[in-house]
């Protein structure tokens, strides 16, 4: 079992710059490749950005890459999500997951998830 805890949601305009953490319950968080999703009201929730557990490659969705870079501290047994010239099109729940089935995009193959922080950048 992992327990994730995210932190760092919040309101900002477009343009500005938020910083996701989500924080492991586990010393074995360096076993698991970790990803963020979103999910906004009315949709199914969407891949975002992945890491492997060693760090070593990263994985973004069209709709991110180049703004957004997801990073790991298996020291501190936490995942990060900087999120760079924000878009309303971004505002989301954002949910960081677990998976020890391989960097995935689905979200089926994540078998732990935080409770979720939202994010709200505003036009």
């Known amino acids: 079992q992992v327990e994730l805890v995210e932190f760092g949601g919040g309101l900002v305009q477009a343009g500005g710059s938020l910083r996701l953490s989500c924080a492991a319950s586990r010393r074995t968080f360096s076993s698991y490749d970790m990803a963020w999703f979103r999910q906004s009201p009315g949709k199914e929730r969407e891949f975002v950005a992945g890491?492997?557990?060693?760090?070593?490659?990263?994985s973004y969705a069209e709709y991110v890459k180049g703004r957004f870079t997801i990073s790991r501290d298996n020291a501190k047994s936490t995942v990060y999500l900087q999120m760079n010239s924000l878009k309303p099109e971004d505002t989301a729940v954002y949910y960081c997951a677990a998976s020890s089935r391989g960097l995935s995009f689905h979200v089926s193959d994540y078998a732990y998830w935080g409770q979720g922080t939202q994010v709200t950048v505003s036009s």
């Open positions: 890491i492997s557990w060693r760090g070593e490659s990263t």
